[in-house]
């Protein structure tokens, strides 16, 4: 069984500052998939980003970046210089590669509230 | 860019009514689902449809809850008699076959559901 696990229910920094969220998973495949997230108060999902089991490179985008280590089952989520518009909640999620008929759900993580003050 | 739609955005309905929530999936996408999200907490699967049929479902979608893809474009999540403990946030899903679309699920902005 698949498991996602955020230990920080709530975050709270000053703009400027950086804020790292954790996640670690628990899955048996060898492939799957690791999601983030972002739900703002509005409460839609916002996709922002993918990254299959086989590719531990760290990513960055503008003031994101993810640090994928599989050694220790993490795929925790950085926001560097952070604005009072990334307040919201962030949600991990993992998906296990299945047969095409079974359809790949995501497992998410109980997210992690962000409160970015001015 | 195509996305996924779904209506209403917002139902109210009394304890025991049947609701019928319906999405619009990505128009070559074939993989559907239905989540769950109770206010303040996490998002839950429902289910996933495949080639007009239920591929996996969760413990939550028991025999209250039926989906269907009923002409081709709309796929439709019914709750027969609703419960209060129903009331939540319910995001429909698409995904493709291909590219971007094959591993990733694109997400409706959601229908909130309250049960008074």
């Known amino acids: 069984a698949q498991k996602v696990t955020q230990a920080q229910t709530e975050i709270s920094v000053v703009e400027k500052e950086d804020v790292t969220l954790d996640c670690v998973y628990e899955t048996r495949d060898t492939t799957y998939y690791l999601f983030w997230y972002k739900q703002p108060p509005s409460g839609e999902l916002v996709f922002l980003i993918r990254?299959?089991?086989?590719?531990?490179q760290n990513e960055i985008s503008g003031r994101y970046s993810w640090n994928f280590q599989k050694s220790t089952s993490s795929f925790n989520f950085t926001i560097t210089a952070s604005q009072v518009v990334d307040s919201a909640v962030y949600f991990c999620a993992l998906s296990e590669e299945r047969l095409r008929a079974a359809g790949n759900k995501l497992t998410f993580g109980g997210g992690t509230r962000v409160l970015v003050k001015p | 860019e195509p996305e996924v739609t779904q209506t209403p955005s917002h139902q109210v309905t009394q304890m025991g009514q049947e609701v019928i929530l319906r999405c619009v999936p990505i128009s070559n996408h074939l993989y559907f689902y239905w989540y769950r999200q109770i206010l303040g907490q996490k998002v839950e699967f429902l289910v996933s449809?495949?080639?007009?049929?239920?591929?996996?479902k969760s413990e939550i979608f028991d025999d209250q809850f039926s989906v269907e893809r009923p002409d081709g474009s709309n796929f439709t999540l019914k709750i027969r008699s609703t419960k209060l403990e129903d009331s939540a946030m319910y995001f429909c899903a698409s995904r493709g076959t291909s590219g971007r679309a094959e591993n990733e699920q694109f997400f409706g902005p959601g229908t909130r559901l309250t049960v008074l």
């Open positions: 449809f495949y080639n007009n049929e239920i591929s996996e």
């Open positions: 990254r299959n089991s086989f590719d531990e």
